[in-house]
């Protein structure tokens, strides 16, 4: 139960929300963005954060917290994270007047299969590797279809809640329910690396049967969300995966709803996101095969599509061609970001994961963070990309003050930006 308490420090954090929404320069945070989604040639360059379950804990640690009930300190954690970009970070992260209450659903990918995670710590989070699923080539008869578990009594009793906290300050809106179609990578989780590496040599027409079970597996995930009103984000500011902001233009939100709570996008009218890290070491070839084949059949679903996660693209941008409705593509720090500039030109966003190794140290490596930012930079006006450069941080800051480290990368960046662009 969250406490009148706590429900008086949340809507003090929620109208600073709102005040900050309607500040002019996050009204031009939405334009920039757009315009680099559009792929407008006079696009400004875009910086934002990411900050995911490891790094969010050491920006706001415990002590900063007020509320102590779960759903309390869940809405007080989306509020101050927001307020932390708009107030002291100041990177193009968007704040819009919302909030998300939380729909009771579920989705069990393959009811037939244990699937279990080994986790590298006693608190089960971060870092954890799959036990092996699929151990007998007879094993795939266990791919089969998905099962939705959603409540909608409990749904509406979350969202009577949000409202009656809320609703006269934010407009309450569904907690964006999305995921990336990762067919080979989920085939590597289940199977296991290195036999998945072994199979694709020594039994490829096995690994295509799984891989088809899959694909429609995660097909018809997609489908039973959409069905329910579930799928999608009503928030254009909520980050695509490990890409940037939604915005573009001709893409409904929660602002052009009539019950803007009950919004959910249709799959032809949002985004997708497909990557396949572990064919990361393979030919262009192994990863048509194995990984693009199957993508064309599911982001096909979506008008816009974001490609690539950490794996490496710039000798692979021929192959993301063939995915007719991509409009970003990932640029992990381990490309060659001339080559990956040149392949993209002003074709796709040049989506840049920006380097987390620099935050290890204290102080953090400043040096190489400029060399390695200022390389993009250059590539991407050279090329004429539409450039946003991401800072996800799925680890830890390291060594010193996370805050700082931050402000200071941020601050660099919007520098070197106004400097090259």
């Not at 429900?7 to 003090?12: E, G, Y």
């Not at 490496?312 to 007719?324: A, E, H, N, Q, T």
Request: contains cysteine; proline residues 4%.
């Amino acid at each position: 139960m969250i406490t009148n308490n706590e429900m008086m420090i949340l809507r003090d954090l929620a109208k600073e929300v709102y005040e900050l929404a309607q500040k002019d320069s996050n009204l031009e945070k939405k334009k920039k963005w757009t315009k680099v989604n559009d792929l407008e040639k006079d696009a400004t360059p875009v910086v934002m954060t990411h900050l995911w379950e490891i790094s969010t804990k050491e920006i706001f640690p415990e002590n900063t917290f007020q509320c102590s009930s779960p759903e309390a300190r869940y809405y007080e954690s989306y509020l101050k994270s927001k307020i932390y970009f708009a107030k002291e970070l100041q990177d193009d992260n968007v704040v819009e007047p919302v909030v998300y209450y939380r729909p009771d659903v579920s989705i069990e990918n393959f009811p037939e299969l244990q699937v279990k995670k080994k986790w590298a710590n006693d608190q089960m989070s971060g870092a954890h590797a799959f036990e092996q699923a699929i151990v007998e080539k007879s094993d795939i008869e266990k791919l089969t279809d998905p099962i939705l578990h959603y409540n909608e009594k409990q749904t509406q009793l979350n969202y009577e809640q949000a409202a009656d906290i809320f609703g006269s300050i934010l407009t309450v809106v569904k907690h964006p329910m999305t995921f990336a179609a990762k067919i080979i990578d989920e085939f590597s989780w289940l199977r296991g690396i290195e036999e998945t590496y072994i199979d694709m040599a020594d039994d490829p027409e096995w690994v295509h049967e799984a891989l088809k079970l899959i694909t429609n597996n995660t097909i018809k995930r997609f489908k039973l969300l959409e069905e329910r009103d579930l799928w999608g984000s009503a928030d254009k500011s909520d980050p695509l995966g490990s890409a940037g902001l939604r915005y573009v233009s001709g893409m409904k939100d929660w602002s052009t709803a009539e019950a803007p709570h009950l919004f959910s996008p249709k799959l032809n009218d949002s985004w997708g996101f497909t990557c396949a890290e572990v064919c990361n070491c393979v030919s262009n070839d192994m990863h048509d095969e194995f990984s693009f084949t199957y993508d064309k059949q599911i982001m096909s679903m979506f008008k816009y599509i974001n490609v690539g996660c950490c794996e490496v693209l710039d000798k692979k941008i021929d192959l993301i061609k063939s995915l007719g409705n991509t409009r970003k593509v990932s640029v992990s720090e381990w490309c060659d970001l001339e080559r990956a500039a040149q392949s993209i030109g002003n074709k796709y966003v040049y989506s840049y994961r920006a380097a987390g190794v620099p935050f290890i140290k204290n102080p953090w490596d400043r040096q190489s963070a400029e060399k390695e930012i200022t390389t993009v930079l250059k590539a991407a006006k050279e090329y004429g990309c539409p450039l946003e450069i991401v800072l996800n941080i799925g680890g830890t800051f390291g060594e010193g003050d996370p805050r700082q480290k931050l402000l200071e990368w941020t601050n660099m960046v919007k520098g070197l930006i106004q400097k090259y662009a």
